[in-house]
């Protein structure tokens, strides 16, 4: 599942977005860079030109004619050059997404983009035909599926470790914006704003994540679902807490809880898979081990870089018991991009088809996702298809 060699030579890369004081923009740009295999050399960072320049020259060093100011001169200008860029990241307010990854697809540049993709899952799956057009790769950047014991718990369930999936329970949830904070948080301010977010908050900014890592471990596709959500803040335009129930098309049961209210949770990202045999849980505060409980025994933890582990999660930067982080799985998810998109431009299709990574069908369905709850929450939490 994760590739362990790197490219003989690194990609040329862009970022569009993810400037001074973005979180997000340093682990893209942290991640990519970190095995060599991509190399930034360009990019259009901010909606201030002037401080876009300033930092991608001041703090990355960037060459001045190589920061833009903004993304049509950046696309334009890079496809022309003979060194020009042949992969860009998008890490921009989600209104922006469906625009700037068309236009790098049509000037022939593969994408990594942010979630939740677009605003619709028509725009989503347009931009799905554009990329197999002109065969460029296109990641969605759900980053936490890098670690190696997503790989593992993914291959327990599709192995029968735990039988026959009866139920899926995900959560993320945190506290952090249990009050009006956005007045002072340019980052909150537009994921609650409609223009700039799209018709959700905590659904499309932190749900699309337990949907896409429930869909990874268990391997279960959605029949339909149930949506409550609200705005506790009421000043907020978009919900600040959702709850989700599932029906999946194996006759399972899933949950989904996202919450940027939950008072006294940091960063409660939860996946339980409950089979007719076992249960596998994960939690990505503790993103070195599963637990795995067998049927009638207690709950036993399995730790990354173990010998009892599958070969597809035996990938390791360090020794077993040394901690891997979030930087760890995004780089590790990049490698994989990286593979894939030098196998699409050798044209290897069926290289390209065994190198796994978050793409552009994981993008719609979270787009879709969204679309559905907004629909079964706006009507009185009715059940609607998927």
């Keep these: ?48 030109p002037e401080r876009g320049r300033a930092f991608g020259v001041e703090e990355l060093g960037l060459d001045a004619d190589r920061c833009y100011d903004d993304y049509k001169q950046m696309i334009e200008v890079e496809s022309k050059r003979e060194d020009g860029i042949q992969a860009v990241t998008i890490a921009t307010p989600n209104s922006t997404h469906y625009a700037i990854s068309k236009m790098a697809l049509e000037h022939g540049m593969h994408v990594v983009c942010e979630k939740p993709l677009t605003f619709t899952a028509a725009e989503s799956e347009e931009l799905k035909e554009i990329a197999l057009k002109h065969n460029r790769v296109f990641g969605v950047m759900y980053g936490y599926t890098g670690y190696p014991t997503i790989a593992q718990a993914r291959e327990m369930v599709k192995r029968g470790d735990i039988g026959k999936v009866r139920i899926v329970h995900m959560q993320f949830a945190h506290g952090y914006h249990a009050e009006e904070v956005e007045k002072n948080d340019p980052g909150l301010a537009w994921r609650v704003t409609p223009e700039a ?70 960063h409660d990202f939860k996946v339980e898979v409950i089979g007719e045999k076992g249960t596998i849980r994960w939690w990505d505060e503790h993103p070195n081990q599963i637990e795995y409980a067998p049927l009638g025994e207690p709950f036993r933890k399995l730790d990354r870089g173990m010998g009892y582990l599958h070969d597809a999660a035996r990938f390791e930067r360090i020794g077993g018991g040394h901690p891997e982080g979030l930087f760890d799985s995004w780089a590790n998810l990049y490698r994989n991009m990286g593979h894939a998109m030098i196998a699409a431009d050798n044209d290897a299709q069926q290289e390209l088809a065994s190198i796994w990574f978050p793409g552009i069908d994981d993008g719609i369905e979270g787009v879709r996702f969204i679309e559905r709850c907004v629909e079964s929450a706006d009507n009185g939490s009715q059940w609607v298809n998927v």
């Design 1 to 48: 599942m994760i590739r362990t060699d790197n490219l003989k030579q690194p990609l040329r890369w862009g970022q569009i977005g993810g400037g001074k004081g973005s979180q997000i923009g340093y682990i893209h740009r942290d991640a990519a860079q970190r095995d060599r295999n991509f190399k930034l050399v360009a990019g259009a960072f901010d909606v201030n």
């Design 197 to 266: 977010s799209g018709p959700s908050y905590v659904l499309g900014d932190i749900g699309t994540h337990c949907l896409q890592m429930g869909h990874l471990i268990s391997g279960m596709e959605m029949d339909s679902l149930s949506c409550m959500r609200k705005s506790f803040v009421e000043s907020r335009q978009l919900e600040d807490d959702a709850h989700v129930m599932i029906r999946y098309k194996n006759g399972a049961v899933g949950t989904l809880w996202c919450s940027a209210v939950a008072v006294g949770n940091v």
